[in-house]
């Protein structure tokens, strides 16, 4: 039998309370979280209280499981209350959403109210389960009660979330080719597969027989994402539809004459651009015109790809007047722009690889630069780690022949190293250290001493402005490119810092920002290994070498000669 503190949750969970009720309830919880959070400032400024160890513990408090049928009852009550002549204000409503996802969430039996947790959803947008539609209930009334600023008014349509109650409990009874569904479940779950575009290869057969029946019922109603949906599985082929170039074609110059979707066009233009640039449907004779019109489409709305495909275009003088510096200009642009993508772990999305092998053709054939083949492979270095990733973290049409294309690049390029390129040492380039410490970023800088008065010195990045920064390390020398969070080289030993100026052999080091000078003398003894934190690294001319000046918060901590610096892997 159910206590009275559950049958009180359970009307608070279905909106069965009077508005006073919840206008009362929710002032006693905004009052003890404002009570929590000033605790929580006592304690960080050092204050803190005496537990009374004979103190009873707190006792459980009563738990309500909370089900999707209780926020459709709560829904379909204050839909009726809203619509009756005493109706109900907004901010009764909002007290209520706020009571049960905020201050009452651990009284409905779950952690994670609202959220799928490890569980994925066999079928994208489609509940199987109670949990899942409790989920999806969760979300469609979070977006129900989301404020506009621009109506400056809540939303408060609750139609999408009683739908998919209804079609929830209709599937369940039902066989999969009968399935009822929103259209924005529709639109939802076809999007997904676009966003995931081999999603489709590892497919259950009932997903299949679903994407295929909303693709076509989307098709009838002219529905742009079924168009796209149908035009992308045609463009090559997968699990649902045959190869047809042609009728993709079709359906991507459809898409483009139609009123809306304006952001996703710059794309379809694209797609456009390679039919036309490959002739897929000319009998495999290239249409240069219009690819370069839609290239050109793409480009001017920021699509990378269109960029490169553009500077290929303008490299060979295909279908335009041949400009190579017009395609060195774009393929460098598209490169600056990617790797700062590729860096931040953008992999599935980034078209570094592309753009890095065009850079490496660029200095290997000296396209409107000077040929220098060790920077063209340092190039090709990088293509081949950004491809690998990609492909690693999900693929896209033609990546296998990018990838064929970098190693080919790479097999090519080595031939015409320098004898010997890869006997010597690889040397550290400051780059690396500057990259590790741009913006806010911290890194513990350990050294150890070697024989022969030298030092194995480890960088690793401990505090980061952005949680994804990396440092693309690519050292030729030794074949080897991948983003990194910490670095090792080896150099001679550290220099002591000293106060005074009055010695000979002292060298004068100022930062940048003129608060700090210090001095440095040659030689020095370390015990054993050390540890210290930087966020700043210079480099500052000695009396014979180059120096390699640590900082920490604006004081020196730290100098090494930067000679015969040896890179580690």
């Not at 309500?64 to 209780?70: G, H, R």
């Not at 994925?120 to 539609?133: G, K, M, S, V, W």
């Not at 913006?439 to 350990?446: I, P, S």
Request: net charge negative.
């Amino acid at each position: 039998m159910a206590s009275a503190r559950e049958e009180f949750l359970k009307k608070l969970l279905r909106f069965q309370l009077t508005a006073a009720e919840y206008r009362t309830l929710a002032k006693e919880y905004e009052a003890r979280a404002e009570a929590e959070a000033l605790e929580e400032e006592k304690k960080e400024e050092g204050s803190f209280t005496i537990e009374d160890e004979n103190e009873e513990p707190a006792s459980d408090p009563c738990v309500y499981q909370a089900t999707y049928l209780d926020f459709s009852i709560a829904v379909k009550n204050i839909m009726r209350k809203r619509e009756s002549a005493e109706g109900l204000e907004s901010i009764v409503i909002q007290d209520w959403y706020d009571l049960v996802t905020d201050h009452l969430m651990e009284e409905f039996g779950t952690y994670n109210f609202g959220y799928y947790g490890d569980e994925e959803l066999a079928i994208p947008f489609f509940p199987t389960n109670d949990q899942n539609i409790l989920s999806e209930v969760l979300t469609q009334l979070s977006n129900a009660c989301r404020y506009d600023p621009v109506e400056d008014a809540y939303d408060w349509d609750f139609t999408e979330l009683l739908n998919q109650v209804k079609n929830y409990e209709f599937n369940m009874k039902h066989e999969i080719l009968e399935w009822k569904y929103t259209k924005e479940q529709q639109k939802n779950f076809l999007d997904y597969f676009q966003e995931n575009t081999y999603a489709l290869g590892s497919a259950s057969f009932a997903v299949i027989f679903l994407y295929r029946k909303l693709v076509e019922e989307g098709m009838k109603a002219k529905l742009p994402e079924a168009m796209q949906a149908k035009a992308y599985s045609m463009y090559g082929g997968n699990q649902v539809y045959e190869c047809d170039y042609k009728a993709s074609r079709d359906l991507l110059l459809t898409l483009m004459e139609m009123e809306g979707y304006q952001e996703r066009k710059p794309f379809f233009a694209n797609t456009l651009g390679y039919i036309y640039y490959y002739g897929r449907c000319n009998g495999g004779k290239p249409e240069y015109d219009k690819a370069f019109k839609y290239f050109a489409f793409g480009a001017f709305n920021g699509v990378y790809e269109s960029m490169y495909k553009l500077a290929d275009m303008y490299e060979t003088g295909k279908g335009v007047i041949k400009s190579p510096a017009t395609a060195r200009n774009l393929i460098t642009f598209v490169y600056d722009q990617s790797r700062t993508d590729f860096v931040a772990g953008e992999d599935n999305r980034t078209k570094f690889a592309d753009a890095a092998l065009r850079m490496g053709k660029i200095f290997e054939y000296g396209i409107n630069a000077d040929a220098d083949v060790e920077l063209a492979y340092m190039f090709y270095l990088e293509a081949r780690c950004a491809i690998e990733k990609r492909v690693e973290e999900e693929g896209f049409f033609g990546d296998n022949k990018v990838h064929d294309n970098i190693e080919k690049a790479l097999k090519r390029i080595k031939e015409k190293l320098p004898k010997g390129y890869f006997d010597g040492a690889a040397e550290l380039r400051i780059s690396f250290i500057q990259q590790l410490l741009e913006g806010n970023n911290v890194a513990e800088l350990c050294y150890t001493p070697l024989p022969m008065e030298r030092c194995k010195v480890k960088l690793e990045l401990v505090e980061a402005e952005y949680p994804y920064n990396n440092v693309l390390l690519t050292i030729p020398e030794l074949d080897y490119c991948d983003r990194v969070k910490e670095l090792a080289f080896v150099t001679d030993l550290p220099l002591p810092l000293r106060e005074d100026n009055e010695n000979e052999e002292a060298t004068d080091i100022q930062l940048d920002n003129g608060k700090e000078e210090k001095s440095a003398v040659a030689g020095t003894d370390i015990d054993g290994e050390v540890k210290l934190l930087v966020d700043r690294v210079e480099v500052a001319l000695g009396d014979d070498t180059l120096l390699l000046v640590f900082a920490y918060e604006g004081e020196i901590v730290l100098v090494l000669p930067y000679r015969e610096v040896v890179a580690l892997r």
